[in-house]
């Protein structure tokens, strides 16, 4: 199917565990984001990424590791998870100077 | 302080009513306004997007206006529907080196009842 998808769309974890979430695309939109949404927040950006292998930070990068390898792939990954980490991750990618996000990955960290 | 407000935090309307949600932002330098509905459980999607010249757009029975002089939006909702029930997410951008950055605001969550 087109658009953005995520998987998986609900994550429970340990603490110090490696988690990755996965978004795809099927536009080959160029730009790519991973927002963080938090009761009391509005959705605040993790990492972004203008082209395959190139990303940037965004206003919370602390504790997560990206890479895009490919135009429509952009794994966001946890590397030791912490109970902080809890939220729900929304992946976007950008077209036509409209933002699209996909469905969201609900992760908790025990 | 967040720098995109939005009123009230919740509200509860009854089907076939009207509303108005107000969004109030301090972000500079602008470049476009977004209103954006988010259904529970399913990320945002966007409803309208307003440059700097425009002061109303409308998307059915969602029409958005922008004072880019008082820096205040505002998304009228007209003869409201159950599948109205959602969180409504003002979102301001701003143009910069690494493209548009967007902020949000916190959301208005409404609830439309028979």
């Known amino acids: 199917d087109a658009g953005i998808t995520q998987s998986p769309r609900y994550k429970i974890t340990e603490t110090g565990r490696q988690v990755t979430l996965m978004c795809h695309q099927t536009?080959?939109?160029?730009?790519m984001f991973w927002y963080r949404q938090d009761l009391g927040h509005g959705l605040r950006l993790i990492y972004y990424s203008a082209a395959a292998d190139i990303t940037d930070k965004g206003e919370v990068p602390d504790g997560y590791v990206v890479s895009r390898s490919k135009t429509e792939n952009f794994p966001l990954t946890l590397e030791s998870a912490t109970r902080s980490q809890t939220s729900v991750y929304f992946c976007?990618?950008?077209?036509?100077?409209?933002?699209?996000f996909g469905p969201g990955t609900r992760l908790t960290v025990l | 302080k967040n720098q995109v407000e939005q009123s009230p935090q919740s509200l509860i309307i009854l089907e076939g009513k009207n509303c108005t949600l107000q969004?109030?932002?301090?972000?500079?330098?602008?470049?476009?306004l977004r209103w954006y509905k988010q259904d529970t459980g399913r990320g945002p999607v966007s409803l309208t997007i307003m440059t700097f010249s425009e002061n109303t757009k409308s998307n059915g029975r969602y029409t958005a206006t922008l004072d880019a002089d008082t820096k205040q939006s505002s998304l009228h909702i007209t003869a409201s529907q159950l599948s109205d029930s959602a969180s409504y997410i003002c979102v301001v951008s701003i143009l910069t080196g690494g493209g548009n950055k967007l902020t949000f605001g916190t959301g208005t969550q409404l609830k439309v009842e028979l």
């Open positions: 536009w080959s939109h160029s730009y």
């Open positions: 976007a990618s950008n077209g036509n100077n409209e933002q699209f």
């Open positions: 969004c109030n932002y301090t972000v500079s330098p602008f470049s476009n």
